[in-house]
Structures are given as C-alpha cells and as structure tokens.
C-alpha cells in the first residue's frame, strides 16, 4: 500500500504532521519523494509507528532516537545477509557445506589468546559473544 503525506496521520494516528516533517527531515524516516509530494510505504508506515512506540511507551529521546534506528537497521540488515548467507550455504554441495561446519566449529572452540590475533582467519570485533 503507498500512501501520501497527508494520509498517514490518518493511519497512524500517534503522528502529526509536524512531527512527520521532522522526522523526514532527520531521515528517521524516508519515503519516496514523487512529484506531488511523499509517498510512503508499508515500510515506512511500520517505521513510523516504531518511532511512535519509541517515543510514546518507551521514552525515547531525540538525542537517542538516531542512535536506536541506527542500531535497528544494522540489526536488520545483518539479519537479510545472514538469511542470503544460508540461503547460499544450503545451495552447496553436501561436502562442502560439511567442510564449512567443520572449519566453522574449529573457529568457535579455538580461544584467541589475550591480546593476540583470532583463530585462524577469524574477525576479531574486539566483543565477546553474549552466552
């Protein structure tokens, strides 16, 4: 569904006008611009009442609002390559998915040692997985 600037507080009633405008503005939000005007999305729409919720239930300051969307995307943008990643794991032979596992469970049982390079080719990000 694409909807236009005027009918989205109509759709989403916890947003006004201004406060859309603003958003655009900030690019928390970015929807199509047509000649008319902005259309919106479904995705857009969706991004919007997230805003809302954030905002609204959970507080969420302007100052903290950048950094939460950034945060989500990435999330989210992980979560499509990881799905593009199995999708093309699960398109390989068998024996070459079995050799991935086997180096991928090599990777996870050898420690970097403190303050020294990863594993065998690993990325180090400086974190530790979360258990």
Not at 14 to 41: K, N, Q, Y
Not at 46 to 54: P, S, V
Not at 77 to 102: F, H, M, N, V, W
Not at 113 to 123: K, L, R
Request: charged fraction near 30%; aromatic fraction near 4%; include cysteine.
């Amino acid at each position: 569904m694409i909807i236009s600037f005027e009918e989205v507080s109509v759709v989403c009633r916890r947003v006004e006008r201004h406060e859309l405008a603003l958003w655009i503005e900030r690019r928390w939000v970015r929807p199509h611009h047509a000649g008319a005007g902005w259309t919106f999305s479904d995705i857009d729409i969706a991004r919007i009442e997230l805003i809302c919720d954030l905002r609204h239930d959970m507080d969420v300051n302007d100052e903290a609002m950048s950094v939460v969307l950034s945060l989500l995307d990435n999330v989210h943008g992980l979560r499509r390559r990881l799905t593009r990643l199995a999708t093309a794991i699960g398109r390989l032979p068998p024996e070459s998915r079995e050799a991935l596992a086997d180096h991928l469970r090599r990777l996870e049982e050898a420690p970097a040692a403190p303050g020294g390079d990863p594993p065998d080719g690993a990325i180090d990000t400086g974190y530790s997985p979360i258990s």
